[in-house]
């Protein structure tokens, strides 16, 4: 089994969400349309960015070294580079 880290974007509120998840199309549908309490306050999520990984401990730390840049800037460079 695979597991990804992922990013969201919403053109609505111009904003990224970072996550991960060991079912990544279930996860997508769950964030567009039951929302979470980070996602919820759009759905128009689109996925921009994924990243495989063979464990969810490496899935997990991944996610964490992005969200700890707190920098808008590197997001976008991640997306930028994978299109």
């Known amino acids: 089994m695979s597991f990804y880290v992922y ?3 919403s ?7 970072v996550g991960h998840s060991g079912h990544l199309e279930n996860r997508l549908f ?4 039951s929302g979470s309490k980070a996602t919820k ?3 128009d999520w689109i996925l921009v960015y994924k990243e495989e990984f ?6 997990c730390r991944r996610e964490m070294e992005i969200k700890k840049r ?13 299109t």
């Open 41 to 43: 306050k759009a759905s």
């Open 30 to 33: 769950r964030h567009v349309h």
């Open 70 to 82: 707190k920098s808008r800037r590197y997001i976008e460079s991640l997306v930028t580079a994978s």
């Open 11 to 17: 053109k609505t509120i111009d904003e990224y969400y």
């Open 54 to 59: 063979n464990t969810k401990a490496e899935a």
């Open 7 to 9: 990013i969201l974007y």
